[in-house]
């Protein structure tokens, strides 16, 4: 089982943490969302629950939840800027699908 981060992901998460003062790490995770089923969840982790499970890359910690690693296994989080557009990339190799804006996907 395995979750990568970039470089690139991996700097904006840390200017991320500094800049909010405090937290751990950056949560990955899915919910069901959108026209294929499931969407990704960024959030900022401050606390770690007993069933965590926690990559590190580049110094940074990405905390994964059991269910959500099922689906996102293997996956690489980049960080990109396309044109006046940017934000972070997921390179999931288990998506099957994903629906015609890119929010949500399928497996």
């Known amino acids: 089982m395995s979750i990568t981060l970039t470089e690139k992901a ?3 998460v840390r ?3 500094e800049n909010r003062g405090k937290g751990i790490g950056l949560r990955l995770g899915v919910k069901t969302s ?3 089923g499931l969407g990704y969840v960024l959030e900022f982790v401050d606390v770690l629950n007993d069933d965590d499970l926690v990559f590190e890359q ?3 910690k990405v905390v994964v939840d059991p269910k959500s ?3 996102l296994d293997g996956i690489e989080l980049d960080y990109v ?3 006046l557009n940017e934000g972070f990339k997921y390179n999931n190799p288990n998506v099957k699908e994903s629906c ?3 929010e949500s996907f399928h497996v």
Do not use: I
Request: glycine share 24%; aromatic share 10%.
């Open 10 to 12: 991996a700097e904006r």
């Open 15 to 17: 200017t991320f943490l």
């Open 34 to 36: 959108g026209c294929s």
């Open 58 to 60: 580049h110094g940074v």
């Open 69 to 71: 690693l099922v689906y």
């Open 81 to 83: 800027k396309e044109g």
């Open 100 to 102: 015609g804006c890119g």
